[in-house]
């Protein structure tokens, strides 16, 4: 459990500061949680939305993962596959290019598949779902897979 932590200039505060970091996404509304674990037997990378950027970061150093964000324009959202450290990252249509989805695999920062998407309201993704097809999209997008 987090200690609560009084931040200074703030005269008093009951919630922990890690409650306080904002997203900077959908407005700079606050998305929890605010850190999402990767899966896999490793439990070896956790990350962050920011504002165009993922920030991946690795354990037990809890340091920035080759000390660089993922940058994606527009990026709204990422869930991790539970199976495998592959994040997929949903990206916001920008006037005239689509909204796409992206899976990234974690540490390689390699895209091993992507997906455009046309007149999208909004999106939510689904990690069951990546999980039981994470092997299929590895085995499938090898041949086109570059890193990012």
Request: aromatic share 6%.
């Amino acid at each position: 459990m987090l200690p609560h932590r009084k931040l200074h200039g703030h005269g008093r505060s009951s919630t922990p500061a890690l409650a306080l970091v904002s997203s900077a996404c959908l407005g700079g509304a606050l998305q929890w949680p605010i850190f999402k674990w990767a899966g896999g037997k490793d439990d070896a990378y956790f990350a962050k939305l920011s504002k165009n950027a993922i920030s991946v970061y690795q354990a037990p150093d809890m340091g920035l993962l080759d000390k660089r964000s993922l940058k994606m324009e527009a990026v709204q959202d990422f869930v991790w596959s539970p199976s495998d450290p592959i994040l997929s990252a949903y990206t916001a249509e920008q006037g005239n290019l689509p909204a796409r989805i992206v899976l990234v695999k974690i540490p390689e920062r390699v895209e091993v598949r992507q997906k455009n998407l046309f007149s999208v309201s909004g999106t939510e993704q689904c990690a069951d779902m990546l999980s039981s097809s994470t092997s299929d999209v590895l085995s499938a997008g090898r041949a086109n897979a570059h890193a990012i």
